[in-house]
């Protein structure tokens, strides 16, 4: 089973940029569609980003589509999110998810078999 660490989290004012990591060990790495979410207080987990075992094929929540782009690097083991113009409805903790491959591009939580630890994203306005 695979492992993973994101990092990347932080403060940072209304409008800059931030860009999550998500390192994986264990098991092959490309076995897996790969995808973020977050957690603001209160709030139930919500599906932010996936991308294609290849990184070919990507998905997006309403709520980020031109301003997040999830990337991987299956070389490195990594999977990134880029995340622009970020606002206060951003702030969250932010978690990276695997999922076996063959799940597609799934935005269903309870799909993922594994999660980081979660990092904070804190957006002042």
């Known amino acids: 089973q695979v492992q993973l660490v994101e990092s990347g989290g932080g403060l940072v004012p209304a409008g800059d940029s931030l860009r999550l990591s998500c390192a994986a060990s264990g098991r092959t790495f490309s076995s897996y569609t790969m995808g973020w979410f977050r957690q603001a207080p209160g709030k139930e987990r919500e599906f932010i980003a996936a991308v294609s075992w290849t990184g070919g094929r990507t998905s997006y929540a309403d709520s980020v589509k031109g301003r997040f782009t999830i990337s991987r690097d299956n070389a490195k083991n990594t999977v990134f999110l880029q995340m622009n113009s970020l606002n206060s409805e951003d702030t969250a903790v932010y978690y990276c998810?695997?999922?076996?491959?063959?799940?597609?591009?799934?935005?269903?939580?309870?799909?993922?078999?594994?999660w980081g630890q979660g990092t904070q994203v804190t957006v002042s306005s």
């Open positions: 998810a695997a999922t076996p491959r063959f799940r597609s591009l799934t935005t269903m939580a309870s799909a993922y078999d594994t």
